[in-house]
């Protein structure tokens, strides 16, 4: 079972030399933010911290690619989008060739999509891209479980208010990671999950976070671009 998991895991994480290149692309063209990014770890930073930054990252992205969606001749901005989701993620998980390769399909799966709508195919080359789109699914599906334990790893520790906001950060980068590329639509409820013993809810504009003793905090996710990312959390008054 270990080897065949192993095994698994490798080839749904394997590079080619393209991504090599785009890789050390990247970095060169995104390097400055990434020490902007890193200064979260130095240098005295408010309440930034790598989780919310991480959080604040994918959901930056998240509403760039809605709103770059549809028009082909913005495919540059939603590379670049791309690109500076990938050094959020060096700055706060130290790097994830996982996070990396999602992305990469996520983008690959946009242009797909705006292809299919946008010119006309022929029959044969639209079915090879719906089974490819598949593939692509099933892959980002296979690499969101190891993601997801990375994620896993970011502390929560401290008092009782920075355990409240660790434990809102961790819950919505597991919902944010939930919805990534995501092929089905999402509930009209509104996502939640369990972090330890507090339960966050997404709500959109704010989310909220059920500590054990029952008293609810209204999160808000804050983000200085190119800085980084905070989260508050303010008890509902009963």
Known sequence: MVGGAHA?????????????????HMIKKYLPLFWLVTGLYGCS???????????????????????????????PERQQAAGTLKTVVLATLGGSREFYRMVDLDL??????????????????????????????????????????????????????QRVEG????????????????????????PATKVDQYVVTDLGSFSTVRAPDGQTFRCT?????????????DPVVR
């Open 8 to 24: 698994h895991t490798k080839k749904v994480t394997s590079w080619t030399i393209l991504d090599v290149i785009s890789w050390h």
């Open 167 to 190: 434990a809102a950060t961790r819950g919505l980068l597991t919902l944010s990671l939930d919805a990534f590329s995501a092929s089905d639509a999402r509930s009209v409820e509104a």
């Open 108 to 161: 690959r799966k946009t242009e797909f999509a705006i292809a299919m709508h946008q010119t006309t195919l022929r029959a044969d080359r639209l079915q090879e891209m719906k089974d490819e789109l598949v593939k692509m699914n099933d892959e980002v599906v296979a690499l969101k479980p190891i993601v997801r334990a990375q994620i896993a790893t970011i502390p929560i520790q401290g008092d009782a208010q």
């Open 45 to 75: 930073a408010g309440n930034l911290t790598p989780g919310a930054t991480l959080l604040a990252g994918m959901q930056q992205y998240q509403g760039d690619m809605q709103s770059l969606g549809g028009s082909p001749s913005r495919w």
């Open 221 to 233: 996710v804050f983000n200085v671009p190119e800085e980084g990312g905070w989260i508050k959390c």
